[in-house]
Structures are given as structure tokens and as C-alpha cells.
């Protein structure tokens, strides 16, 4: 099973957006849910926003309003679209299905300065 591959993280200042990218490979994309997780400084990898193949979303409290989970299923790709960051959303996003696999990528850093 190939690793997912997130992208578009960065250093944004408070109030600001960013959009998060990840490839999955096909055949997983195809019949899996697919989530955002994060992982803060020191804290554990929490679920933070997942997508259903039919598209159905679904968003941790603390995100709904502010982030948006979507996926084009034509390039296996899942999307997350970041506005009003806070610096508390400072954590590495991965990607992964839901519920997650065993087969984790990098993921990519957020930053959020206040």
C-alpha cells in the first residue's frame, strides 16, 4: 500500500488560510472514507475533519466553520481548505483513511503565529 502524500502546509499568521492537499492511491480512494488528522506539539494525532465517499463531511468541533474537507475522487486527491487560522492550529496535518490504515506519510507542518 502506497503512503499518502500531503502538501501545502506553511507559516501563516493568525486570521490567515492555507489549503492542504493528499494523494491516496486508487484503489484505497475509491473505497474508503478518507480523513485530516492532526498532531499538536506534544499532544497525540486526533481525527480532524473526514469525507465519505458518497461526500458526506464531518468536522471536529473545534474546526466547523473554519475548515473545509473535500475530495475529487477523479485525481485521488483529498483537500483541506484552512481559513481563520488560529495558533492553535498549529499541528502536522496527515491524511489517512477512515478509520486510518497502518501506512502513514510524512504529513505536512502547519504554522501559526499569533
Known amino acids: 500500500q502506497v503512503q499518502p502524500v500531503e502538501s501545502g502546509g506553511g507559516l501563516v499568521q493568525a486570521g490567515g488560510s492555507l489549503r492542504l492537499s493528499c494523494a491516496l492511491s486508487e484503489p484505497i480512494f475509491g473505497r474508503y472514507d478518507v480523513a485530516w488528522y492532526r498532531q499538536p506539539p506534544g499532544k497525540q494525532r486526533d481525527l480532524s475533519a473526514r469525507v465519505t465517499s458518497g461526500g458526506i463531511t464531518n468536522y471536529a468541533d473545534s474546526l466547523k466553520g473554519r475548515f473545509t474537507i473535500s475530495r475529487d475522487n477523479a485525481k485521488n486527491t483529498v483537500y483541506l481548505q484552512m481559513n481563520s487560522l488560529k495558533p492553535e492550529d498549529t499541528a502536522v496535518y496527515y491524511c489517512?483513511?477512515?478509520?486510518?490504515?497502518?501506512?502513514w506519510g510524512q504529513g505536512t507542518q502547519v504554522t501559526v503565529s499569533s
Open positions: 489517512n483513511t477512515y478509520p486510518p490504515s497502518p501506512h
